[in-house]
């Protein structure tokens, strides 16, 4: 473990835009109200309280509808122009406390300050290009049957979405479908993890205040699985974004069936990480290792999966090991570190479980598989094998787990032997062999010489099988995420009929 060095500095540099007076023991239903219970946010490196929200019970999801219902009618009727304005402003306030948002996404969710960092830079993304997708046209002028009559088909709002974000990055996750939403003239109601409601809710709130935004356009509702099912099962509540566990999906996937809600659902992952006998083994090697310990690998698109060829692999996995071992391990608050905390100590468990099983099932433990308190050394298991759990459980936590193939169909084979399909990447010295192994992954994203782990505001981001339900965030595609047609016929002199 790293020993304590820059304490004193980085937490004094605490400011007071996010001052907790504002909202401690509140919560957001178009204005801050004092809620009757309050759930307490813990740094998962030290377990030191980091302040209080207000709880929401399922119950309240009534008022929170109506008070969206309301003010969506009004917002959805301002311009373009001025939607577009507000977005650029909540950009602005949220770049204008970039130190201190960074600060606290290393301390709630436990991430290295890079991860963080970018965690407040494509937030800031996500809302531009939501001002940016408004300038695209809303529809079509259709043929029309009736010279004398306009045809149109136009996108409209759909009123209220309900989204609930997971922990992991806590802020962009949530702002990825809150601010498309909310550009598009739907008001939002919000539910984070209970364990991330800080960056993940609180601060999406001061933002769009501090910006303007009309009251009741955006909400928050703090709490875990009974508030979330009631958010899903609300009357008024057209459309769900959900961004977690598969297991949980298919439960949100299911009550809005039984809803008639479109749902939108962004699963987990198992990606695969090829790495062919003619790539450059040491850059395969770093990419590998971010793509399995970025935020103690607690990333959907983390590489899952090290598939290596069998001529290349006692060389890479000995590259591997040599790198994991040399992470330091910390507090990435207080310490310059590598790898942080893992989130609770039910996911280190369960982490510990798993690499123990694979072990014992066969694999060889190169590294790691021992943890400090929340603390879990980056690990790298060889020779894993299919029916292992570590081949095939997503894991939270920092895990390498290595298998080899014999070649490229085995490759792919074994690429594609999952439910899961997130991301993949191919490391290989041959661009054509890359494309040729890219296109049979079957998978949302796939990378050739690079990693798995990559989200930008411009992409169309989501997942093949149990990776989601075919829905794509990105502007590329939030105009059909979050609008609907409506077919609009105008004359100028009413219609005659027979009867
Ligand atoms: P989770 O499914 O446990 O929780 C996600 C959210 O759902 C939380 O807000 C939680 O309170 C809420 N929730 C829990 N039970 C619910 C229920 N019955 N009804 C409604 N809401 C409920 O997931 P997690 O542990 O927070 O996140 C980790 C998982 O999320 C991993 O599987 C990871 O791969 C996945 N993930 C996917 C993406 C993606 O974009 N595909 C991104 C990040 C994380």
Redesign the pocket.
Known sequence: MQQTTNSSTKQSSASSWLDSSRWSGKRFYGEWTVARSTLPVREPATGEILGEVGESQPEDLKSVVAIATEAQAGWAGKSAEERAALFRRTAAVLEAHRNELIDLIIRETGGLRGKAQMEVQNSIEELLHSAAILVHPEGHILPSRDPDRLSLARRVPLGIVGV??????PML?AMRSVAPAIALGNAVIL????QTPIAGGVVLARAFEDAGLPPGVFNVING??AV??A??EAKGVRMIT????????R??GE?AGKNLKRVAL????KSPFIVLDDADLEAAASAGAWGSYLHQR????ASGRHIVLRKVAAEYVDILTKKTSALPVGDPFRQDVAIGPLINAKQLARVDQIVKDTVAAGARLMTGGTHEGPFYYPTVLHNVRSGMPAYDL?I?GPVAPVIVAEDEDDAVRIANDTDYG?SGAVQTGSLERGLRIARRIRSGLVHINDQTIADYAEIP???MGA??NGSRFGSMTNWEEFTEWQWLTVGGKPARYPF
């Open positions: 609930i974000a997971p922990w992991n990055v996750l539910k984070p993890d209970p875990g699985a979330g099912e958010l899903v959900f961004t977690g566990s598969t297991a949980v999906g439960r949100v009550l962004e699963l987990g992952g607690q990333v959907c698109m997503e939270f997130l981001f989501g997942g990776s989601g």
